[in-house]
């Protein structure tokens, strides 16, 4: 239990540090502001001459769709950009230097560089919802069926903040595991370029329900609807059974995602050790 704690305390300080590092150089976070902000605007713009003629979309009023816009690009501007930073490390021998180091070299990492994200996160999501309340006039609106008043809104804003943490975490281990890819090949950017790919086709541009039924039933059991589509519709069109069941699947994607990431790293750590180090 003591070496449990000292490694929790470990990973509890590199997320802490990460934060206040992300927040003290507060300059860094007007990149991402603008241009998240110009996304939301343009893709409002997009939505409103797609709704010109028509109320509703696969059960999606162009409110819904532009917040599910905002919700849906959080995870990616604030918590979808591990892989270069790690794949740079390994390929620069950084890693042959940790791998001595008393912890687990996964979960360090994850607790680092997550923990910074988080503050990446908190900042794109406040600007999100500033801009949609004021493009939109308010949140949507919850289905009188799932309750009314505070505790339900409170119980919706509860779930979402969960689904997005466990999208990050989902999104770094998936990352961790395409960085990790560097112990055998040198090049391996294009594997992030397919990540990136089909995580913005799969759940973050669009709702999953707008793809033909063929590809949406196959898109449904890869892990990328988790990364965006989960926490943007726990919002936009809440329910206890639905958020319950797409927060039940982010969890077994993280936890498939970090047994691979452990897995990769292990196997790929050897050839380190097989190489002298």
Not at 3 to 31: D, M, P, Q, V, W
Not at 164 to 192: D, K, P, R, Y
Not at 200 to 209: K, M, R, W
Not at 244 to 255: E, K, P, Y
Request: aromatic residues 16%; glycine residues 10%.
């Amino acid at each position: 239990m003591t070496r449990l704690k000292a490694r929790f305390r470990c990973y509890s300080i590199a997320a802490s540090t990460a934060i206040r590092e992300r927040l003290t150089y507060a300059g860094n976070f007007h990149g991402a502001m603008l241009t998240y902000g110009l996304f939301v605007f343009i893709f409002s713009r997009v939505w409103a001459g797609a709704y010109a003629r028509q109320s509703t979309i696969a059960g999606y009023t162009m409110a819904m769709a532009v917040w599910y816009f905002i919700i849906a690009e959080v995870p990616s501007f604030g918590m979808g950009r591990f892989f270069i930073s790690l794949s740079q490390d390994l390929k620069s021998g950084q890693v042959a230097y940790q791998l001595s180091r008393p912890y687990d070299f996964v979960y360090y990492h994850y607790a680092e560089r997550f923990g910074g994200s988080l503050a990446d996160a908190g900042v794109i999501m406040v600007e999100g919802l500033v801009i949609g309340v004021l493009l939109l006039g308010g949140v949507p609106a919850l289905d009188p069926a799932q309750g009314s008043g505070l505790a339900a809104e409170a119980g919706r804003a509860a779930l979402l903040v969960l689904s997005l943490l466990l999208a990050g975490s989902l999104g770094f281990f998936l990352q961790f595991s395409l960085a990790m890819t560097a112990f055998w090949l040198e090049e391996n950017e294009a594997f992030f370029w397919i990540y990136q790919k089909l995580m913005l086709v799969i759940g973050t541009l669009i709702p999953i329900e707008f793809l033909p039924a063929p590809v949406a039933a196959i898109a449904i059991w890869t892990p990328f609807p988790y990364l965006s589509y989960a926490p943007a519709r726990i919002f936009v069109a809440f329910s206890w059974a639905e958020a319950g069941s797409l927060i039940t699947r982010q969890l077994i994607w993280w936890a498939i995602a970090a047994t691979l990431a452990k897995a990769v790293f292990a196997r790929g750590s050897r050839r380190i050790a097989m190489n002298g180090g």
